[in-house]
């Protein structure tokens, strides 16, 4: 019997080896320990015994504002119903996400 590879490992490699990265929240804490080159960007975690301070707080309100499109545009592909039942290529899916995300963007514009 092979040994398996944890999922952090398996879902670090692939960013790492095609040069992205990731924006994420503090349940991603630890996923990525290359402090010189991070693939996984979090945010700074208080504890009872140490507070955060003011740069660290200004930190993690960063990190929120530039993950708040991504976590929208999520929920309003999620209003397609169609992906529910979507089982296709990854890269006919990646166009029809495209497609759906400009409809998703004139619909919030245009208030329809």
């Keep these: 019997m092979s ?12 960013p790492r080896a095609a040069g992205l990265g990731a924006l994420a929240d503090l349940g991603f804490l630890g996923l990525d320990d290359d402090g010189d080159d991070p693939v996984v960007v979090t945010g700074f975690k208080a504890t009872r015994a140490r507070r955060l301070t003011s740069a660290g707080k200004e930190a993690n309100w960063v990190l929120a504002a530039g993950r708040v499109p991504v976590e929208r545009g999520f929920a ?21 996400f495209r497609a759906l995300l400009v409809l998703t963007n004139i619909e919030a514009a245009t208030g329809n």
């Design 76 to 96: 309003h592909l999620k209003n397609w119903r169609i992906l529910t039942q979507l089982r296709s290529d990854p890269a006919l899916a990646t166009h029809l």
């Design 3 to 14: 040994s398996t590879r944890s999922g952090s490992t398996r879902k670090r490699a692939h």
